[in-house]
Nanobody, 125 residues
Framework: QVQVVESGGGLVQAGGSLTLSCAASRRTFSSYAMGWFRQAPGREREFVAAISWSSGYTYYAESVKGRFTISGDNAKNTVYLQMNSLKSEDTAVYSC??????????????????WGQGTQVTVLE
């Protein structure tokens, strides 16, 4: 069983920055990706960003391109989501998960297993 744990959420003013971290307890697959999704109250969960360990490719939702950066430490099985120029619409619970078979369905939560519990990000106007 792989455990995924997020950290780094919190309260921030609009225009500010936060960095989220996501650590997987161990490497399960020879080739996998780790991704971030978010869910705001009353809305569907949506893709935010992902990184493929084998290819190094990164993937972003249009709504966060140019503002968010995903990166990773392969040795630590940890990914980071640097979020800049935050907006109130970025307020959501951010969850991290493992995609065991990238890049198939990398933009969809259907492609992911081993979800974390999520961390709340609240952006104040």
């Amino acid at each position: 069983q792989v455990q995924v744990v997020e950290s780094g959420g919190g309260l921030v003013q609009a225009g500010g920055s936060l960095t989220l971290s996501c650590a997987a307890s161990r490497r399960t697959f020879s080739s996998y990706a780790m991704g971030w999704f978010r869910q705001a109250p009353g809305r569907e969960r949506e893709f935010v960003a992902a990184i493929s360990w084998s290819s190094g490719y990164t993937y972003y939702a249009e709504s966060v391109k140019g503002r968010f950066t995903i990166s990773g430490d392969n040795a630590k099985n940890t990914v980071y989501l640097q979020m800049n120029s935050l907006k109130s619409e970025d307020t959501a619970v951010y969850s991290c998960a493992i995609d065991p078979n990238p890049p198939f369905e990398i933009y969809s939560d259907r492609g992911y297993d081993y979800w974390g519990q999520g961390t709340q990000v609240t952006v104040l106007e």
